[in-house]
């Protein structure tokens, strides 16, 4: 019999070996890759498991060390590895669950543990993939020891020493093994960025962070858990409430849900199961949307805050403006799926979530009506902005303008047909369209002149500005179609710049041309696919020297060039004496032209200034700079006098759109 023992004790120990071969020749497998995020994958794997702890209830405080040798300890207070005698492995639990795959799980089912993905592969793989790693664990007053070299014991679980007090507790210290990881050294802000966030979805647990290379330290801690995270994403919006906070239990599944809203346009959504981030959403963000999509317009409709006469209806979509919000869940058995596993399949969950969120929002809206009135209303004029694409779509489709066969009459299109090397202007004004029609390089460049006239509908809504003839001839000109037919692949142009004057009608169009583009062509923005035009201010001209200046410090620094020179110069010549200036101490002789508008210059100087691919400068527009035009739009051409002149007042750069 203890013959048949010893070889299911050998057996046992070649499965081990085989195991982390695997795991040594196939790395990527387990961990995803061996690059930069592997490596710190390696951390968090460790800390993931400290964090188990603590929801199963039992561990307060995490703490990471960068050690000055290149390794790093993870330390926690949680019950400790399990140190007793494996019935069937015939060894230390501690040994099976540093040297077997997959043993590193919960022996107990009823937890919140992972399956499948890069998470909870286990510790055995961290140990697979070090040089060395040694583990100390704290249980029953004794200290407990092992090591191991590329996750070979080099001797038995051994007790080194006891300990006074009740402080259990795991200490793992690994060196990632060099011949796995192209580069082993760990980065401070990267780990630091998944210990905060797990201070914020585990708001009982403090992590602490210690870099003993440099002597850095951070700790995180938040009491308000997804409150505080919620806050920490909004705090470069302005939110129009104070987060509104869910936490509740149902069929073992706890939810825990903060969000708020801000006046910004974007949808800012994080998820998390079992403190993963579900970056691909799932079942539980599909529960979270319907309930807040149902709930918030049972409210509206109850309170009269949609009337009878208004035909809107207000979609999943108009609440989703502007809403910041953090959702974790926590799912005993979770299924993940997608494409990089990170998609939430559990079907119970939706209606858990929904259910859920469904009570404690009613609730919520009853009791703070002037924040249900602000969310409401926030999503109305989404609704409007929405119902007012569909009906410009309508109406250039009947017009038959998306056809790109019959293109504006105004359009002097390029003459190659690859929309991957083309671009068009955009520009304000036919003085200016002919210079840069002129100017232009045929080949690649299309011209499309609008005029000044949009500014004329300033007071309409957003239908009104959609059924303006110039934005018409926009549409038709990229030929992508608009809203929600809109298909960025059939642009005709790779870059779509826009080019008005640097004064204050000029920042009026562009605003509402990217505004225009943020609401209806939204991807194009994403996609980085539009620009904006950067004229020179200023022309200095010296003798038969043309320079040109974008802004005010360049002029200066041009003048300043411009003195040097001739003082230089004047020295050789006239020795002693010093160069005549004007009143304003610019050297005479220098003649400086500030540009009203683009239709001040010749064809050739916007060419050589403004339109060269080789000398030009083009701003890209981003979504960010893209949604502050939109607000802008919306207060300067909104009908409340009052705030349009606070934000005038506030925001006066803006005003001038310095995107
Ligand atoms: C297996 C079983 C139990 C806990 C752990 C492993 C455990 C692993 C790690 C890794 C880092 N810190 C850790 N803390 C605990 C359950 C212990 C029990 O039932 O007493």
Request: glycine content about 8%.
């Amino acid at each position: 019999m203890s013959n048949n023992n010893s070889n299911d004790y050998s057996a046992k120990n070649i499965n081990v070996l085989k195991g982390l071969e695997a795991v040594r020749k196939r790395p990527a497998m387990y961990i995803g890759d061996v690059s930069t995020r592997g490596l710190h994958h390696l951390i968090n794997e460790v800390v993931d498991n400290s964090i188990d702890e603590a929801l199963a209830g039992y561990n307060d405080r995490v703490i990471v060390t960068l050690n000055t040798d290149g390794s790093v300890t993870v330390e926690d207070r949680g019950r400790g590895i399990p140190v007793d005698m494996h019935p069937i492995e015939k060894k230390s639990a501690l040994e099976v669950v540093m040297t077997v795959l997959h043993a590193g799980g919960k022996f107990d089912k009823s937890s919140y543990k992972v399956s499948g993905g890069l998470h909870g592969v286990g510790v055995s793989v961290v140990n697979a993939l070090s040089e060395w790693l040694k583990v100390e664990v704290r249980r029953d007053n004794k200290i407990y020891f092992q090591e191991y070299r590329k996750g070979v014991p080099v001797e038995n679980v051994k007790q080194i020493g006891t300990y006074k007090g009740d402080h259990t507790g795991t200490k793992v210290t690994f060196l990632p093994d060099k011949t796995i990881f192209k580069n082993t050294k760990f980065n401070f802000d990267t780990v630091a960025e998944r210990m905060r966030e797990l201070a914020y979805l585990n708001k009982d647990v403090t992590m602490i962070l210690k870099d003993e290379r440099d002597g850095a330290e951070e700790t995180f801690r938040f009491k308000g858990g997804l409150i505080d995270f919620v806050k920490y994403l909004d705090e470069q919006r302005n939110p129009l409430h104070k987060p509104i906070y869910f936490e509740a239990e149902k069929d073992n599944t706890p939810i825990e849900i903060a969000f708020e809203y801000s006046d910004s346009f974007s949808e800012n959504v994080h998820t998390y199961v079992n403190n993963i981030n579900t970056i691909e959403g799932g079942t539980h963000l599909v529960g979270f949307r319907t309930a807040l999509t149902r709930t918030f317009n049972n409210y509206a409709y109850k309170n009269g805050l949609i009337k009878e006469n208004n035909k809107i209806t207000l979609t999943g979509d108009d609440f989703r403006e502007g809403l910041t919000a953090v959702i974790s869940v926590k799912v005993m058995e979770p299924q993940f799926e997608g494409q990089t596993k990170t998609k939430l399949g559990n079907s119970e969950v939706k209606s858990i979530v929904e259910t859920i969120v469904g009570e404690k929002l009613s609730e919520y809206l009853e009791e703070n009506p002037s924040v249900a009135r602000k969310i409401i209303e926030k999503s109305l004029k989404a609704a409007e902005a929405r119902e007012a694409a569909r009906k410009a779509r309508e109406l250039v489709r009947r017009k038959n303008a998306l056809d790109s066969l019959h293109l504006p009459g105004k359009l002097a299109d390029c003459s190659i047909n690859d929309p991957e090397h083309c671009e068009i202007y955009i520009v304000e004004g036919d003085s200016a369209g002919g210079s840069a029609k002129q100017g232009r390089d045929r080949r690649f460049q299309a011209i499309l002149p609008i005029k000044g006239k949009i500014l004329n509908v300033e007071k309409a809504k957003l239908n009104k500005i959609l059924e303006n003839q110039e934005i018409q001839a926009m549409i038709a000109a990229i030929g992508a179609g608009i809203g929600e037919d809109f298909d960025p692949s059939k642009a005709r142009y790779g870059k779509i710049i826009l080019m008005t004057d640097a004064d204050v009608d000029g920042s009026h169009i562009r605003t509402l041309l990217l505004t225009f583009f943020y609401r209806h062509m939204k991807e194009l923005i994403t996609l980085g696919k539009v620009f904006i035009a950067q004229p020179p201010l200023y022309k200095i001209k010296k003798g038969k020297e043309e320079v040109f200046a974008f802004d005010d410090d360049e002029l200066d620094q041009v003048l300043k060039r411009f003195k040097a020179d001739s003082k230089s110069k004047s020295k050789q010549e006239v020795s002693e004496q010093e160069v005549e200036t004007d009143e304003e101490g610019h050297p005479k002789g220098i003649v400086i032209t500030r540009y009203k508008g683009l239709g001040e210059m010749n064809p050739e100087q916007l060419w050589n200034t403004t339109m060269n691919p080789e000398t030009r400068t083009v701003l890209q527009v981003n979504l960010e700079s893209a949604a502050a035009a939109d607000k802008i739009f919306e207060t300067l051409m909104g009908d409340a006098v009052e705030p349009r002149r606070e934000f005038i007042e506030k925001h006066a750069k803006y005003a001038n759109l310095d995107v």
